[in-house]
Protein backbone atom coordinates (compact mmCIF):
# COMPACT_ATOMS: atom_id res chain seq x y z
CA UNK A 1 0.00 0.00 0.00
CA UNK A 2 1.10 3.34 -0.90
CA UNK A 3 1.86 5.94 1.67
CA UNK A 4 3.47 9.85 2.02
CA UNK A 5 7.06 9.71 3.37
CA UNK A 6 7.48 11.76 6.36
CA UNK A 7 9.82 15.19 5.33
CA UNK A 8 12.50 15.48 7.04
CA UNK A 9 11.59 19.13 8.34
CA UNK A 10 15.39 19.45 10.70
CA UNK A 11 16.41 22.16 8.73
CA UNK A 12 12.91 24.21 8.55
CA UNK A 13 12.44 23.47 12.27
CA UNK A 14 16.03 24.93 12.43
CA UNK A 15 15.28 28.13 10.53
CA UNK A 16 11.62 29.24 11.28
CA UNK A 17 10.11 29.66 14.95
CA UNK A 18 6.91 28.77 13.96
CA UNK A 19 6.17 25.59 12.19
CA UNK A 20 3.34 23.08 12.06
CA UNK A 21 3.06 19.68 10.46
CA UNK A 22 -0.50 18.33 10.66
CA UNK A 23 0.16 15.03 9.32
CA UNK A 24 -1.30 11.47 7.96
CA UNK A 25 0.81 9.10 5.74
CA UNK A 26 -2.27 7.19 4.56
CA UNK A 27 -3.14 8.21 1.41
CA UNK A 28 -7.04 8.69 2.14
CA UNK A 29 -6.11 11.35 4.21
CA UNK A 30 -4.97 14.69 4.25
CA UNK A 31 -1.52 16.05 5.49
CA UNK A 32 -0.78 19.76 5.99
CA UNK A 33 2.60 21.40 6.27
CA UNK A 34 2.42 25.55 7.78
CA UNK A 35 5.79 27.63 8.24
CA UNK A 36 6.26 30.86 9.39
CA UNK A 37 3.71 33.42 11.06
CA UNK A 38 2.00 36.63 9.41
CA UNK A 39 -0.36 37.01 12.25
CA UNK A 40 -0.76 35.57 15.35
CA UNK A 41 -2.92 35.36 18.79
CA UNK A 42 -1.64 33.98 21.86
CA UNK A 43 -3.68 33.21 25.30
CA UNK A 44 -1.25 32.30 27.84
CA UNK A 45 -4.37 31.52 30.48
CA UNK A 46 -8.04 30.97 29.86
CA UNK A 47 -9.35 34.70 30.08
CA UNK A 48 -12.58 36.57 29.28
CA UNK A 49 -12.96 37.07 25.21
CA UNK A 50 -10.67 34.40 24.20
CA UNK A 51 -13.17 31.34 22.64
CA UNK A 52 -14.65 35.35 20.74
CA UNK A 53 -10.66 36.67 19.98
CA UNK A 54 -9.76 33.18 18.18
CA UNK A 55 -13.43 33.04 16.28
CA UNK A 56 -12.63 36.40 15.32
CA UNK A 57 -8.93 35.59 14.05
CA UNK A 58 -10.24 32.48 12.18
CA UNK A 59 -13.17 34.47 10.39
CA UNK A 60 -11.50 37.44 9.31
CA UNK A 61 -8.48 34.98 7.73
CA UNK A 62 -11.54 33.02 6.02
CA UNK A 63 -12.81 35.80 4.80
CA UNK A 64 -9.61 37.10 3.09
CA UNK A 65 -9.21 33.04 1.94
CA UNK A 66 -6.38 32.42 3.84
CA UNK A 67 -5.72 29.26 6.24
CA UNK A 68 -4.59 29.21 9.98
CA UNK A 69 -3.49 26.35 12.31
CA UNK A 70 -2.62 26.45 16.07
CA UNK A 71 -3.58 25.02 19.24
CA UNK A 72 -6.32 25.12 21.39
CA UNK A 73 -5.40 23.79 24.92
CA UNK A 74 -7.72 21.78 27.26
CA UNK A 75 -7.36 24.38 30.07
CA UNK A 76 -9.82 26.56 27.70
CA UNK A 77 -12.86 25.20 29.06
CA UNK A 78 -12.70 27.48 32.18
CA UNK A 79 -13.98 30.52 30.38
CA UNK A 80 -16.83 28.51 28.32
CA UNK A 81 -19.61 29.20 30.74
CA UNK A 82 -20.98 25.77 30.94
CA UNK A 83 -23.37 26.41 34.17
CA UNK A 84 -26.59 27.36 33.36
CA UNK A 85 -27.26 31.29 34.60
CA UNK A 86 -23.46 31.89 34.69
CA UNK A 87 -21.45 34.43 33.10
CA UNK A 88 -20.41 33.21 29.55
CA UNK A 89 -16.96 34.24 30.05
CA UNK A 90 -16.41 33.39 34.13
CA UNK A 91 -13.22 30.94 34.75
CA UNK A 92 -14.84 27.80 35.68
CA UNK A 93 -13.96 24.01 36.52
CA UNK A 94 -10.50 25.53 37.65
CA UNK A 95 -7.19 23.27 38.25
CA UNK A 96 -3.55 24.99 38.90
CA UNK A 97 -1.65 26.18 36.20
CA UNK A 98 0.15 22.96 33.70
CA UNK A 99 3.61 22.96 35.24
CA UNK A 100 5.12 22.79 31.85
CA UNK A 101 3.68 26.67 31.73
CA UNK A 102 2.19 26.20 27.97
CA UNK A 103 0.16 29.06 26.89
CA UNK A 104 -3.65 27.94 26.41
CA UNK A 105 -3.61 29.04 23.34
CA UNK A 106 -1.69 29.65 20.06
CA UNK A 107 -3.01 30.44 16.30
CA UNK A 108 -1.25 31.45 13.65
CA UNK A 109 -1.81 32.66 9.77
CA UNK A 110 0.94 30.86 8.15
CA UNK A 111 3.28 32.45 5.65
CA UNK A 112 4.03 29.13 3.60
CA UNK A 113 0.99 26.81 3.69
CA UNK A 114 1.67 23.11 1.64
CA UNK A 115 -1.24 20.42 1.40
CA UNK A 116 -1.49 17.40 0.46
CA UNK A 117 -4.74 16.81 -1.05
CA UNK A 118 -6.30 13.10 -0.81
CA UNK A 119 -4.61 10.91 -3.09
CA UNK A 120 -1.81 12.80 -3.52
CA UNK A 121 1.99 11.34 -2.58
CA UNK A 122 3.46 15.34 -3.18
CA UNK A 123 1.87 18.67 -1.67
CA UNK A 124 0.60 21.74 -3.51
CA UNK A 125 1.76 25.23 -3.01
CA UNK A 126 -1.29 26.87 -1.38
CA UNK A 127 0.23 29.95 -0.10
CA UNK A 128 3.34 31.44 -0.14
CA UNK A 129 5.22 30.14 -3.39
CA UNK A 130 7.12 33.23 -4.35
CA UNK A 131 8.72 33.65 -0.85
CA UNK A 132 12.44 33.72 -1.02
CA UNK A 133 12.67 30.45 1.24
CA UNK A 134 10.13 28.30 -0.19
CA UNK A 135 12.44 26.90 -2.90
CA UNK A 136 14.65 25.84 0.70
CA UNK A 137 11.18 24.52 2.15
CA UNK A 138 10.28 22.13 -0.74
CA UNK A 139 13.70 20.53 -0.93
CA UNK A 140 13.43 19.13 2.20
CA UNK A 141 10.70 16.87 1.52
CA UNK A 142 13.00 14.77 -0.75
CA UNK A 143 15.79 14.60 1.19
CA UNK A 144 16.30 11.99 3.43
CA UNK A 145 15.54 11.53 7.10
CA UNK A 146 17.91 10.58 9.93
CA UNK A 147 16.63 6.84 10.67
CA UNK A 148 14.14 7.06 13.63
CA UNK A 149 15.05 4.07 14.96
CA UNK A 150 18.48 4.48 16.18
CA UNK A 151 18.93 6.06 19.27
CA UNK A 152 19.85 10.05 18.82
CA UNK A 153 23.26 11.20 18.57
CA UNK A 154 22.47 14.83 20.07
CA UNK A 155 24.21 15.24 23.23
CA UNK A 156 22.70 17.20 26.26
CA UNK A 157 20.34 16.22 29.38
CA UNK A 158 18.68 13.43 28.16
CA UNK A 159 16.08 11.92 30.96
CA UNK A 160 13.95 9.28 30.62
CA UNK A 161 9.98 9.53 31.20
CA UNK A 162 9.06 8.81 34.80
CA UNK A 163 5.60 8.92 36.49
CA UNK A 164 4.76 11.48 38.65
CA UNK A 165 1.69 9.02 40.54
CA UNK A 166 3.34 5.38 41.80
CA UNK A 167 0.76 2.70 41.51
CA UNK A 168 -0.54 3.46 44.90
CA UNK A 169 -1.45 6.66 43.87
CA UNK A 170 -3.15 5.67 41.36
CA UNK A 171 -5.23 3.40 43.01
CA UNK A 172 -6.07 6.31 45.48
CA UNK A 173 -7.48 8.65 42.96
CA UNK A 174 -9.51 5.77 41.21
CA UNK A 175 -11.05 4.78 44.33
CA UNK A 176 -11.92 8.49 44.77
CA UNK A 177 -13.60 8.22 41.02
CA UNK A 178 -15.47 5.20 42.06
CA UNK A 179 -17.01 6.95 45.04
CA UNK A 180 -18.17 9.49 42.93
CA UNK A 181 -20.08 7.23 40.54
CA UNK A 182 -21.36 5.13 43.08
CA UNK A 183 -23.05 8.15 44.47
CA UNK A 184 -24.52 9.11 40.69
CA UNK A 185 -22.23 12.06 40.46
CA UNK A 186 -20.97 10.79 37.09
CA UNK A 187 -21.52 7.70 34.96
CA UNK A 188 -18.11 7.81 33.41
CA UNK A 189 -15.02 10.31 34.04
CA UNK A 190 -10.92 10.29 32.28
CA UNK A 191 -8.66 10.15 34.88
CA UNK A 192 -4.76 11.32 33.49
CA UNK A 193 -1.55 10.73 35.44
CA UNK A 194 1.63 13.19 34.56
CA UNK A 195 4.64 11.95 33.21
CA UNK A 196 7.99 13.98 33.24
CA UNK A 197 11.62 13.76 31.18
CA UNK A 198 14.07 15.82 29.70
CA UNK A 199 15.71 16.36 26.36
CA UNK A 200 17.88 18.56 24.39
CA UNK A 201 15.95 21.36 22.79
CA UNK A 202 17.56 20.41 19.40
CA UNK A 203 16.17 16.92 19.46
CA UNK A 204 12.65 18.11 19.01
CA UNK A 205 12.23 17.30 15.53
CA UNK A 206 13.95 13.57 15.55
CA UNK A 207 11.67 12.54 18.71
CA UNK A 208 8.58 13.43 16.59
CA UNK A 209 10.40 11.56 13.59
CA UNK A 210 10.96 8.40 16.15
CA UNK A 211 7.20 8.60 17.73
CA UNK A 212 5.62 8.90 14.33
CA UNK A 213 7.31 5.75 12.94
CA UNK A 214 6.81 3.71 16.12
CA UNK A 215 2.76 4.83 15.44
CA UNK A 216 1.90 5.77 12.53
CA UNK A 217 -1.51 7.65 13.87
CA UNK A 218 -3.70 9.15 11.36
CA UNK A 219 -4.19 12.39 13.31
CA UNK A 220 -0.37 12.99 13.90
CA UNK A 221 1.28 16.59 14.37
CA UNK A 222 4.77 18.37 15.20
CA UNK A 223 3.75 22.12 15.88
CA UNK A 224 6.36 24.33 16.90
CA UNK A 225 5.74 27.84 18.31
CA UNK A 226 9.23 28.95 19.52
CA UNK A 227 10.56 26.96 22.34
CA UNK A 228 6.88 25.14 22.55
CA UNK A 229 6.68 21.98 21.05
CA UNK A 230 3.84 19.28 21.06
CA UNK A 231 5.04 15.85 19.24
CA UNK A 232 1.18 14.38 18.95
CA UNK A 233 0.58 10.75 17.54
CA UNK A 234 -2.96 11.24 18.14
CA UNK A 235 -5.07 8.56 16.39
CA UNK A 236 -8.07 10.47 17.37
CA UNK A 237 -10.26 13.14 15.14
CA UNK A 238 -12.23 15.75 17.30
CA UNK A 239 -14.09 17.83 14.74
CA UNK A 240 -14.18 17.13 11.57
CA UNK A 241 -16.25 20.21 9.21
CA UNK A 242 -16.98 19.74 5.61
CA UNK A 243 -19.59 22.25 4.33
CA UNK A 244 -21.95 22.22 6.58
CA UNK A 245 -21.58 18.61 7.69
CA UNK A 246 -19.90 18.00 11.32
CA UNK A 247 -18.25 14.57 12.32
CA UNK A 248 -16.68 13.57 14.97
CA UNK A 249 -14.87 10.11 16.28
CA UNK A 250 -14.36 9.17 19.66
CA UNK A 251 -12.46 6.16 20.92
CA UNK A 252 -13.28 4.42 23.98
CA UNK A 253 -11.71 0.88 23.97
CA UNK A 254 -7.55 0.12 23.75
CA UNK A 255 -5.69 -3.23 23.92
CA UNK A 256 -2.28 -4.16 22.89
CA UNK A 257 -1.57 -5.40 19.56
CA UNK A 258 -0.86 -9.18 19.87
CA UNK A 259 2.46 -11.24 19.44
CA UNK A 260 1.31 -13.52 16.48
CA UNK A 261 -1.72 -13.04 14.02
CA UNK A 262 -3.40 -15.60 16.56
CA UNK A 263 -3.20 -13.62 19.53
CA UNK A 264 -3.89 -10.36 17.40
CA UNK A 265 -7.07 -11.53 16.31
CA UNK A 266 -8.07 -13.07 19.79
CA UNK A 267 -7.44 -9.46 21.02
CA UNK A 268 -9.33 -7.95 18.92
CA UNK A 269 -12.37 -9.95 19.29
CA UNK A 270 -12.20 -9.74 23.32
CA UNK A 271 -12.04 -5.81 22.86
CA UNK A 272 -15.10 -5.79 20.93
CA UNK A 273 -17.14 -8.58 23.22
CA UNK A 274 -16.26 -6.41 26.34
CA UNK A 275 -18.70 -5.25 28.10
CA UNK A 276 -16.78 -2.69 30.25
CA UNK A 277 -15.15 -1.31 26.82
CA UNK A 278 -18.64 -1.10 24.95
CA UNK A 279 -20.38 0.52 27.92
CA UNK A 280 -17.67 3.53 28.09
CA UNK A 281 -18.06 3.88 24.36
CA UNK A 282 -21.61 4.20 24.42
CA UNK A 283 -21.76 6.61 26.80
CA UNK A 284 -19.31 8.96 24.88
CA UNK A 285 -21.08 8.46 21.59
CA UNK A 286 -24.26 9.45 23.70
CA UNK A 287 -22.74 12.72 24.89
CA UNK A 288 -21.23 13.42 21.56
CA UNK A 289 -24.79 13.36 20.05
CA UNK A 290 -26.11 15.59 22.91
CA UNK A 291 -22.83 18.08 22.00
CA UNK A 292 -23.81 18.48 18.70
CA UNK A 293 -27.55 18.31 18.91
CA UNK A 294 -26.52 21.77 19.89
CA UNK A 295 -25.61 23.08 16.95
CA UNK A 296 -26.82 20.68 14.52
CA UNK A 297 -30.13 20.69 12.30
CA UNK A 298 -32.86 18.94 14.48
CA UNK A 299 -33.25 15.47 13.82
CA UNK A 300 -29.63 15.41 11.73
CA UNK A 301 -27.18 13.34 14.28
CA UNK A 302 -26.36 10.03 13.23
CA UNK A 303 -24.83 7.15 14.80
CA UNK A 304 -22.33 6.67 11.51
CA UNK A 305 -20.17 4.10 12.88
CA UNK A 306 -20.81 2.08 16.26
CA UNK A 307 -18.01 0.19 17.74
CA UNK A 308 -15.31 0.31 14.71
CA UNK A 309 -12.18 -1.76 14.96
CA UNK A 310 -9.22 0.12 14.25
CA UNK A 311 -5.47 -1.12 14.12
CA UNK A 312 -2.57 0.96 14.86
CA UNK A 313 1.03 -0.37 15.76
CA UNK A 314 0.80 -0.98 18.74
CA UNK A 315 -2.46 -0.89 19.89
CA UNK A 316 -6.06 -1.76 18.50
CA UNK A 317 -8.85 1.07 19.22
CA UNK A 318 -12.62 1.10 19.43
CA UNK A 319 -13.74 4.15 17.12
CA UNK A 320 -17.19 5.66 16.70
CA UNK A 321 -18.30 7.95 13.61
CA UNK A 322 -20.76 10.53 15.15
CA UNK A 323 -22.08 13.63 12.11
CA UNK A 324 -24.75 16.09 11.78
CA UNK A 325 -25.90 18.64 9.44
CA UNK A 326 -24.78 21.73 10.86
CA UNK A 327 -27.37 24.56 11.26
CA UNK A 328 -26.22 27.53 8.74
CA UNK A 329 -25.57 30.68 11.52
CA UNK A 330 -23.59 28.10 13.76
CA UNK A 331 -20.06 30.17 14.00
CA UNK A 332 -16.93 27.98 14.58
CA UNK A 333 -17.11 29.17 18.23
CA UNK A 334 -20.56 28.09 18.51
CA UNK A 335 -19.44 25.08 17.61
CA UNK A 336 -16.49 24.74 20.38
CA UNK A 337 -18.50 25.99 22.65
CA UNK A 338 -21.22 23.31 22.23
CA UNK A 339 -18.45 20.34 22.26
CA UNK A 340 -15.23 21.33 23.94
CA UNK A 341 -13.35 19.96 25.87
CA UNK A 342 -14.25 16.90 23.85
CA UNK A 343 -16.10 13.84 25.75
CA UNK A 344 -13.74 11.15 25.15
CA UNK A 345 -11.51 13.24 27.48
CA UNK A 346 -14.00 14.35 29.87
CA UNK A 347 -16.59 12.12 31.20
CA UNK A 348 -20.31 11.98 31.78
CA UNK A 349 -21.65 14.23 32.55
CA UNK A 350 -19.10 16.06 31.04
CA UNK A 351 -19.42 19.43 33.89
CA UNK A 352 -19.08 17.08 37.19
CA UNK A 353 -16.88 14.84 35.45
CA UNK A 354 -14.51 18.24 34.78
CA UNK A 355 -14.74 19.04 38.60
CA UNK A 356 -13.72 16.13 39.61
CA UNK A 357 -10.50 15.88 37.29
CA UNK A 358 -10.02 18.83 38.42
CA UNK A 359 -9.95 18.16 42.03
CA UNK A 360 -8.20 14.90 41.45
CA UNK A 361 -5.67 16.05 38.93
CA UNK A 362 -4.22 18.85 40.83
CA UNK A 363 -2.95 20.79 37.66
CA UNK A 364 -4.19 21.81 34.59
CA UNK A 365 -3.61 19.68 31.80
CA UNK A 366 -2.31 22.31 29.53
CA UNK A 367 -2.19 21.11 25.56
CA UNK A 368 -2.94 17.36 25.84
CA UNK A 369 -6.72 16.91 26.22
CA UNK A 370 -6.88 20.13 23.99
CA UNK A 371 -6.46 20.07 20.05
CA UNK A 372 -4.59 20.67 16.76
CA UNK A 373 -5.83 21.50 13.75
CA UNK A 374 -6.47 23.77 11.03
CA UNK A 375 -9.31 25.98 9.09
CA UNK A 376 -9.01 25.93 5.94
CA UNK A 377 -9.82 29.35 3.24
CA UNK A 378 -13.18 28.17 2.60
CA UNK A 379 -14.27 27.91 6.59
CA UNK A 380 -13.77 24.15 6.76
CA UNK A 381 -11.65 22.24 9.47
CA UNK A 382 -10.01 19.13 11.15
CA UNK A 383 -9.04 19.16 14.58
CA UNK A 384 -7.57 16.37 16.27
CA UNK A 385 -7.91 15.14 19.66
CA UNK A 386 -3.98 15.67 21.82
CA UNK A 387 -3.17 12.36 22.93
CA UNK A 388 -0.34 10.15 22.57
CA UNK A 389 1.94 13.31 22.83
CA UNK A 390 4.91 14.69 23.89
CA UNK A 391 5.49 18.36 25.46
CA UNK A 392 8.67 19.68 24.59
CA UNK A 393 10.26 22.78 26.28
CA UNK A 394 13.40 23.60 23.74
CA UNK A 395 14.77 25.89 26.21
CA UNK A 396 14.58 23.79 29.50
CA UNK A 397 14.54 20.66 28.21
CA UNK A 398 11.46 19.75 30.14
CA UNK A 399 9.13 16.96 28.25
CA UNK A 400 5.79 16.39 29.85
CA UNK A 401 3.80 13.19 28.69
CA UNK A 402 0.01 12.53 30.46
CA UNK A 403 -1.79 8.90 30.11
CA UNK A 404 -5.11 8.11 31.43
CA UNK A 405 -8.25 6.51 30.67
CA UNK A 406 -12.08 6.79 30.87
CA UNK A 407 -13.27 4.83 34.50
CA UNK A 408 -16.81 3.48 35.13
CA UNK A 409 -18.67 1.39 37.60
CA UNK A 410 -16.73 -1.82 35.62
CA UNK A 411 -13.22 -0.75 35.26
CA UNK A 412 -10.87 -2.12 37.64
CA UNK A 413 -8.29 -0.11 39.39
CA UNK A 414 -5.02 -2.57 38.33
CA UNK A 415 -6.03 -2.97 35.21
CA UNK A 416 -6.67 0.57 34.42
CA UNK A 417 -3.05 1.35 35.72
CA UNK A 418 -1.86 -1.23 33.14
CA UNK A 419 -3.51 0.21 30.28
CA UNK A 420 -1.77 3.67 31.22
CA UNK A 421 1.33 1.90 30.90
CA UNK A 422 0.72 0.51 27.77
CA UNK A 423 -0.43 3.82 26.17
CA UNK A 424 3.01 5.61 27.85
CA UNK A 425 4.99 2.82 26.09
CA UNK A 426 5.81 4.64 22.94
CA UNK A 427 6.32 7.57 24.16
CA UNK A 428 8.79 6.80 26.40
CA UNK A 429 10.61 4.37 24.05
CA UNK A 430 11.28 7.77 22.27
CA UNK A 431 13.59 9.04 25.21
CA UNK A 432 15.53 5.62 25.05
CA UNK A 433 18.75 6.53 23.91
Same mark, same amino acid.
Given at each position: ????? !? ?13 ? !?????? +? ?31 ? &? ?24 ? *? &? ?23 ? +? !???? *? ?15 ? /?? &? ?5 DAPSSDPRNPSALEGDWQPLTSGWDRETYLDKFDAVQAALKRGDIYEMNLCMPWQGQAPGQASWPLFERLAAATKAPHSAYIQAGDH?? +? ?12 ? /? ?13 ? /? ?28 ? =? ?12 ? =? ?32 ? *? ?40 ? &? ?30 ? =? ?21
Amino acid at each position: MAVRT !LPNLQPVVDAHKHVA !LLWDER +LTGRAVLAVGAAKSILVDRPQPGAWTLWDRFVT &DATARGVWTVGWLGYDLHACLGMTQG *A &DPEAPRNTAQEHPGGWPSLHWWEPE +L !LLEW *APGELQPSVIRGAALPW /TR &DVLACLDAPSSDPRNPSALEGDWQPLTSGWDRETYLDKFDAVQAALKRGDIYEMNLCMPWQGQAPGQASWPLFERLAAATKAPHSAYIQAGDHRV +LCASPERFLEKRGD /TLRSQPIKGTVRRGA /TPEEDDALKLGLLESEKECAENVMIVDLVR =NDLSRVAIPKSVTV =NELFGLHTFSTVHQMISTISCQLQPEATAEDVLR *ATFPMGSMTGAPKLSAMNLIASLEGHGRGVYSGTIGYVNAQG &DWDMNVVIRSLMHRAESGRVDATVGGALTLLA =NGDDEYDECLLKVAALKICLER
